[in-house]
């Protein structure tokens, strides 16, 4: 079973992120190693609301964080195809920096949707809205963490890795088979 992996609504925050070597927007999303001359460099998050505790998952468009807690659960089940960065994370108001915190680039976009079964909106030969997602198990291939070619902001993770990822806060995982992106308009 797979489960697409989201940022929990209720432990949402403020955040600004900043990039000493902007222009990395879409690099996040493609999937792939992002080029030595190219990698992102002074990467930096400013928390704009003051928190006792912070969520091991957020996203600030286009970039998905983790905590290092995250990440060692993450690889303590074997997943091996994210590339993690370090990030700077300051609380605005007191100067404070937080735990250590990383910036995901997921390696590997599949193209994995079942466009039969699927119900979508396409806009330009894109899609734009998913009403219900099927997937194609086969175009899968056992990969454990991915986003979907058709829609990359999309993490799908599968069942183990879901299992080491509950219960961190920030984290939500709902079923892959048909999901909707409804909820994040």
Not at 78 to 95: F, K, L, Q
């Amino acid at each position: 079973m797979y489960f697409v992996l989201e940022q929990e609504r209720e432990t949402a925050f403020m955040v600004s992120f900043e990039d000493a070597n902007p222009g990395h927007d879409l690099k996040w999303s493609m999937g792939r190693l992002i080029p030595p001359d190219e990698k992102p460099s002074g990467l930096k998050l400013t928390v704009e609301e003051v928190r006792d505790a912070y969520p091991d998952y957020f996203t600030e468009v286009p970039v998905d964080f983790c905590s290092r807690r995250m990440r060692e659960r993450l690889e303590a089940v074997g997943v091996d195809n994210i590339d993690y960065h370090p990030v700077e994370m300051v609380d605005e108001a007191t100067g404070k920096h937080i735990d250590k915190y990383f910036a995901m680039n997921v390696l590997g976009r599949i193209v994995c949707m079942d466009r039969q079964r699927s119900q979508f909106t396409e806009w330009r030969k894109r899609i734009a809205r998913i009403q219900s997602l099927v997937l194609d198990p086969a175009a899968i291939q056992g990969m454990r963490v991915f986003r979907m070619n058709e829609y990359p902001d999309v993490i799908v993770v599968d069942g183990d890795v879901a299992e080491a990822l509950r219960g961190l806060p920030g984290v939500a995982l709902r079923p892959a088979e048909g999901w909707s992106d409804a909820h994040r308009f």
